[in-house]
T-cell receptor, first 110, second 114 residues
Framework: DQQVKQNSPSLSVQEGRISILNCDYT??????FLWYKKYPAEGPTFLIS?????DKNEDGRFTVFLNKSAKHLSLHIVPSQPGDSAVYFC?????????FGTGTSLTVIP | ETGVTQTPRHLVMGMTNKKSLKCEQH?????MYWYKQSAKKPLELMFV???????ENNSVPSRFSPECPNSSHLFLHLHTLQPEDSALYLC?????????????FGPGTRLTVT
C-alpha cells in the first residue's frame, strides 16, 4: 500500500516558466515532508522540506505548499531552468520512517 | 571523503554468491538507512539504524542482512539472492532527533543478480 503518491511520471516545462510538481499522501500521522532531486547515476539530493505545522516554505526559486486537509503537497519552481531537469521525489516521514513517491521526471526545455 | 560514500558502485553476482555492500558517512549523523530502488517503484526503506536501534521493514527477505558496527559505517550482506533483487541500493544518513529530518544519500550500488 503506497502511502506517498506522485501521479505524474513526467512533466515538461519551458525555461523561465513555473514548474509544479504534485504529491499526495494517505497517512495523517506524517509530520514532515521533503522533496529530493535526483540526477542519473547519483543519489537523491535534499531540496526543501516542510513541517506539518506549516503550509508554505520558500527557499529561493523553490516553494513547497502543504494542504493537510487534502493530504497534498506541491513543489513550485520559478523560474524553471534547464539545470532543474531531473527526477523529483516527494517523501514523508514519521519518526525515523520515511516513505517516498515514485518520482516525477522534470524536463525544462531551453 | 565527504558526505555519504558507497562501495562498490556496480556489482554483478550469481544467485549462489555472497557479497556485501558498504556505506560510510562523514557527516557525524546518528542514523543510517538502506533503501532499494527498483524501476518505476518508490524508494523502499529496508533497514534503519537509529540511536543504536535497528528498525526493519518486515517485507524484506532474510537473504538481506544489515550490519552497523558504529554510527559511521553500514553494511548490507547479501546471500542467495534472486534476479528480482536486481536494483539500485541506496544508503542514507541523517541526524535523528536534531530537528532536521533531511537524509543525505550516497550514490548507490547498482546490483545485478544473474
Amino acid at each position: 500500500d503506497q502511502q506517498v503518491k506522485q501521479n505524474s511520471p513526467s512533466l515538461s516545462v519551458q525555461e523561465g516558466r513555473i514548474s509544479i510538481l504534485n504529491c499526495d499522501y494517505t497517512n495523517s500521522m506524517f509530520d514532515y515532508f521533503l522533496w529530493y532531486k535526483k540526477y542519473p547515476a547519483e543519489g537523491p539530493t535534499f531540496l526543501i522540506s516542510i513541517s506539518s505545522i506549516k503550509d508554505k516554505n520558500e527557499d529561493g526559486r523553490f516553494t513547497v505548499f502543504l494542504n493537510k486537509s487534502a493530504k497534498h503537497l506541491s513543489l513550485h519552481i520559478v523560474p524553471s531552468q534547464p539545470g532543474d531537469s531531473a527526477v523529483y521525489f516527494c517523501a514523508a516521514s514519521t519518526g525515523n520512517q520515511f516513505y517516498f513517491g515514485t518520482g516525477t521526471s522534470l524536463t525544462v526545455i531551453p | 571523503e565527504t558526505g555519504v560514500t558507497q562501495t562498490p558502485r556496480h556489482l554483478v553476482m550469481g544467485m549462489t554468491n555472497k557479497k556485501s555492500l558498504k556505506c560510510e558517512q562523514h557527516l557525524g549523523h546518528n542514523a543510517m538507512y538502506w533503501y532499494k530502488q527498483s524501476a518505476k517503484k518508490p524508494l523502499e526503506l529496508m533497514f534503519v539504524y537509529s540511536l543504536e536501534e535497528r528498525v526493519e521493514n518486515n517485507s524484506v527477505p532474510s537473504r538481506f542482512s544489515p550490519e552497523c558496527p558504529n554510527s559511521s559505517h553500514l553494511f548490507l550482506h547479501l546471500h542467495t539472492l534472486q534476479p528480482e533483487d536486481s536494483a539500485l541500493y541506496l544508503c542514507a544518513s541523517s541526524q535523528y532527533g536534531g530537528g532536521d529530518y533531511e537524509q543525505y544519500f550516497g550514490p548507490g550500488t547498482r546490483l545485478t543478480v544473474t
